[in-house]
């Protein structure tokens, strides 16, 4: 009589697949709070040195330059006001968004759009007050004769330049802001 064996599948060698992970959504709300604090350390610092950006200088007569005489330069308050107001209430719901989870995919979508506006605003704040500053420290004696500044008033120049930097750096962060939350609602289509 032939002796039967039974194989052991117990024992197999050829490994069980295990089942496949579910995909796992990355959380950026965290990357968005640091990056709305940026937004508003950049708007409350380029607001206060321009708005401290004053100087007068003593000739026969005193002279002023004070950012509130160029409308650009009040636009550029203006704008910076706003975005720091505005990165504020979007860095509370951030963080309400990171206790909460179920607010995360209806404000990616909102983030989105308004960071797309004050981006324009803040941008052309900064290129309006650019291009003012551009012409304090060149002038443009080919076209209107108009004479350059930042010789006379030096410290003037210097405090609306580097508001100006700091405005450009502001833009640069809210570029960035748009940009993660288009990735964020990227990530959680289904693949």
């Given at each position: ?45 380029s607001v ?83 291009g003012i ?36 750096f502001g ?21």
């Amino acid at each position: 009589m032939a002796s039967t064996v039974e194989p052991d599948y117990k024992s197999s060698s050829t490994p069980i697949p295990a089942p496949a992970p579910a995909t796992a959504v990355v959380d950026y709300f965290k990357f968005d709070v640091i990056l709305r604090f940026l937004l508003f350390a950049s708007s409350l610092v380029s607001v206060v040195v321009m708005v401290t950006s004053n100087q007068t200088i003593y000739v026969p007569a005193p002279l002023s330059a004070k950012f509130r005489y160029s409308p650009a330069f009040v636009y550029f308050v203006a704008a910076f006001s706003v975005s720091g107001l505005y990165s504020i209430i979007t860095t509370l719901a951030s963080l309400s968004a990171i206790k909460n989870p179920t607010l995360r995919n209806k404000l990616l979508l909102h983030y989105v759009l308004w960071d797309a506006l004050i981006l324009g605003i803040i941008a052309s704040a900064v290129g309006t007050a650019g291009g003012i500053a551009y012409l304090g420290l060149k002038g443009n004696r080919h076209v209107v004769g108009w004479n350059k500044i930042c010789n006379v008033f030096d410290d003037f120049c210097r405090h609306v330049g580097s508001a100006i930097a700091v405005g450009l750096f502001g833009s640069i962060v809210t570029l960035l802001l748009i940009g993660l939350s288009a990735y964020s609602i990227h990530s959680r289509l289904p693949k």
